[in-house]
């Protein structure tokens, strides 16, 4: 594969995990159940986030909070840069959202909240870096599924002390009742409310159950997140027009849930939020000179999904995976780039990319990009008629682990040999704890099949859970799949083997 000067790299490894110097703390909270985050790093600001567990199980009668919130350059909280107040209530869920600004660049920096007369864990967190970096390492993380199995990859991500940021691609908690896709039930991980999902009080349930996993409230506490969601966090297969998982006779409108759904999202994450009555979760991140990161939400702006073979209405050119406000700002962000001379471009978004199905012939499914041609065609122009090299798109979405160049069309005009007529390549993350795409025991066959099919695919492994670092460098750009035990235990140490759940 031939991309400008530089060259893409992947490999498979259980890479060295190195201890960090900030340990776990009081572990029995009563009023920071749900530990610290910090998320949406800047050069010079960071989002914290932390949730006040009021005293009464009715949230909606309990009353205000203040919170005192600190910021410092050492795990004592002795050298303090910035501190604050601020007040919380049953109208957000009694969490806290803080843009913490005035930092300084490429640094590492301590927080904790005080509430009540009790503080919270210290969290650790980091600023973008500055013009001049010569490198980066993100972690990728996708598709965690709360009854499915243990985070263990959370967890792995949590012990490296070698990462700049967490990059999670979406599917950050299901909606569905215990049972459905996944039972919990032998691992005492029930998710609850104990059926799908749809106001906005079940969504903000869903969130706190999720919160209280060790293993991610313990990779919260150590990085900064960059958060976008996937179809999951509001309903499967879902659309700016409604959801496969959503019946409006007896789940209410579609618009209701998505408002409940994206009003929970935003309590919940340490998201830097927009302005605006609209859902606006796409943005950007500039690593220095080093890399520019363009998040997308591929999901809730998209038009509806068409049948995978009606080929009339999947080529149809006014049909958008982006909404055109949206398509026109990553135009936009892609050509600022590569006018900037940043080395790398990086688009963070949710599903599949890569063209996995031969042109004029219907495809195995319409919600990936293979469902939006059009769109995709679009991007892959400006690409090559603007000449915007050095670009990698990341994903997530099908739970499994792949390498792929991205050509026009990889049957024709595209030599797998060397990778020309590439114009991006492609790396998937792995889920993190939702059933493997090939959990049937034949994966490598299945792999290999694939591969054989679609010459674009350079890796593929179906089998596993795990995460993804990308690592980064000025001349180089390489990607490495970590892979993580049976998530039905909840020691991970041995090889990996997938338990099909029950039912």
């Not at 896709?181 to 104990?194: S, Y």
């Not at 579609?254 to 605006?276: D, S, T, V």
Request: include cysteine; charged fraction near 20%; hydrophobic fraction near 40%.
């Amino acid at each position: 594969m031939v991309l400008s000067r530089r060259d893409f790299l992947w490999q498979t490894g259980a890479g060295l995990l190195l201890p960090l110097s900030v340990h776990a703390q009081g572990t029995g909270s009563t009023r920071f159940r749900h530990g610290v985050a910090s998320g949406d790093p800047l050069a010079d600001r960071v989002i914290l986030w932390t949730r006040v567990t009021p005293p009464t199980v009715l949230v909606a009668a309990a009353p205000p909070v203040d919170v005192r919130w600190t910021i410092a350059t050492d795990p004592a909280l002795a050298r303090v840069v910035a501190s604050g107040n601020v007040r919380t209530s049953a109208d957000r869920d009694f969490t806290v959202k803080v843009d913490a600004a005035g930092l300084e660049p490429g640094a590492t920096y301590y927080y904790a909240f005080t509430a009540a007369g009790e503080r919270s864990v210290v969290g650790r967190t980091r600023t973008l870096p500055p013009a001049g970096a010569t490198r980066v390492r993100l972690a990728l993380a996708a598709c965690s599924n709360y009854p499915a199995g243990f985070f263990h990859a959370y967890g792995r991500i949590a012990a490296r002390d070698d990462l700049d940021a967490v990059v999670h691609l979406g599917d950050y908690i299901y909606e569905y009742e215990n049972g459905y896709f996944g039972d919990g039930t032998e691992l005492g991980r029930i998710p609850q409310p104990n059926q799908e999902i749809v106001s906005l009080a079940d969504y903000r349930l869903r969130y706190s159950v999720y919160r209280t996993d060790p293993d991610l409230q313990e990779a919260h506490r150590q990085h900064p997140f960059i958060v976008v969601w996937d179809d999951h966090e509001l309903a499967d297969n879902a659309s700016r027009e409604g959801a496969v998982n959503h019946q409006p006779d007896t789940e209410g409108t579609w618009a209701a849930r998505k408002a409940a759904a994206y009003r929970a999202y935003l309590e919940w994450l340490p998201i830097r939020e927009q302005a605006g009555p609209d859902i606006r979760l796409y943005r950007s991140f500039r690593f220095g000179t080093l890399a520019d990161l363009v998040m997308l939400d591929t999901r809730a702006l998209r038009d509806l999904q068409v049948s995978p073979n009606d080929l009339a209405a999947l080529e149809r050119s006014s049909r958008s995976m982006l909404g055109s406000a949206q398509e026109r700002w990553l135009h936009e962000q892609l050509r600022a780039s590569a006018r900037a001379e940043t080395a790398w471009r990086l688009l963070g978004q949710q599903v599949i990319f890569s063209r996995l199905s031969p042109p004029g012939r219907a495809v195995g499914t319409s919600d990936p990009w293979d469902g939006y041609p059009a769109t995709r065609d679009r991007i892959l122009d400006l690409l090559e008629t603007e000449r915007i090299r050095d670009v990698a798109i990341l994903s997530g979405d099908i739970h499994s682990a792949w390498g792929n160049d991205i050509p026009r069309n990889p049957w024709s005009g595209y030599a797998p040999r060397n990778g020309a007529g590439s114009l991006a390549v492609e790396f998937v993350t792995p889920a993190v704890s939702s059933s493997p795409l090939f959990w049937d025991g034949r994966a490598e066959e299945r792999a290999a099949a694939l591969m054989q099919n679609v010459p674009s695919v350079r890796y593929m492994d179906g089998g596993s859970n795990g995460y993804t670092v990308v690592d980064i460098t000025p001349d180089r750009l390489q990607a490495d799949w970590y892979f993580v035990g049976n998530v039905w235990a909840r020691a991970a140490i041995r090889p990996y083997a997938w338990k099909k759940p029950a039912g």
